[in-house]
């Protein structure tokens, strides 16, 4: 469920940017569990991003929902999950409606998958393809429960033609501070390269009974920032 950096790359370039941050002040609440949450339909996240152009010093922020949907099947009969983000980003050239619609999986472990993702060219989802990285075109993407040192990768391909090679490693327990508190959360840093020839850098904080709590990254050359403002699940 990370790959919101990636997916708003088109949109940035064709008019706007943003920027990260960090932060750390005193006692954090301690990490409850290293088990991922079992996802449910309607659970729902909000969150601001922000991307900023370094080139120009371009900024474009905004709102973003998250929401946890249905049952989708892939074509080896896996049933992976729907989850949609959308909301609104503004910079200077005015402001910008967004939606992106992807696709996960997690097994008895509460373990995420990549699953597929929505091609709003070809108007429909595309699946990762069956192979030996993927069996019945599902990735591993974490591992739950969340270990340090944990390393996911591998190169994934879909049925449209793209692809994506990607590394994930936990590097540590830090604390994060977002607008619902101070929390002690897994620190973890993604590498990615794109069949579109674009890059991203990713350093990740999650609390797993949570989600993500904040995402800074570089991605083809733009910075970006996810921090999450709220929660609510079934």
Not at 93 to 114: C, F, H, K, M, P
Not at 128 to 133: G, I, N, S, Y
């Amino acid at each position: 469920m990370n790959k919101y950096l990636i997916l708003f790359v088109l949109l940035i370039i064709q008019g706007c940017s943003s920027g990260g941050g960090d932060s750390s002040p005193a006692t954090a609440i301690p990490l409850e569990t290293s088990v991922i949450r079992a996802y449910q339909e309607g659970d729902t996240v909000t969150a601001t991003l922000t991307y900023t152009d370094p080139a120009t010093g371009n900024t474009v922020s905004g709102d973003a929902t998250l929401v946890v949907g249905g049952i989708v099947q892939n074509p080896f009969g896996v049933d992976c999950r729907t989850y949609s983000m959308s909301g609104t980003l503004t910079g200077p050239e005015g402001t910008v409606a967004y939606s992106v619609r992807e696709l996960y999986y997690q097994d008895t472990n509460n373990s995420i998958y990549e699953c597929g993702e929505f091609n709003d060219i070809l108007g429909r989802y595309v699946f990762l393809t069956d192979t030996a990285m993927s069996p019945n075109g599902i990735i591993l993407s974490t591992k739950s429960p969340v270990q340090l040192g944990d390393t996911t990768s591998g190169i994934v391909f879909y049925d449209d033609g793209t692809w994506e090679d990607c590394t994930k490693t936990v590097q540590s327990k830090e604390n994060v501070s977002v607008p619902l508190g101070l929390y002690e959360s897994y620190k973890a840093y993604i590498s990615c390269s794109h069949s579109d020839g674009s890059t991203s850098v990713v350093t990740q904080w999650s609390v797993p009974s949570i989600y993500t709590m904040k995402e800074t990254g570089v991605i083809d050359g733009l910075n970006a920032e996810f921090v999450l403002n709220s929660y609510s699940y079934k």
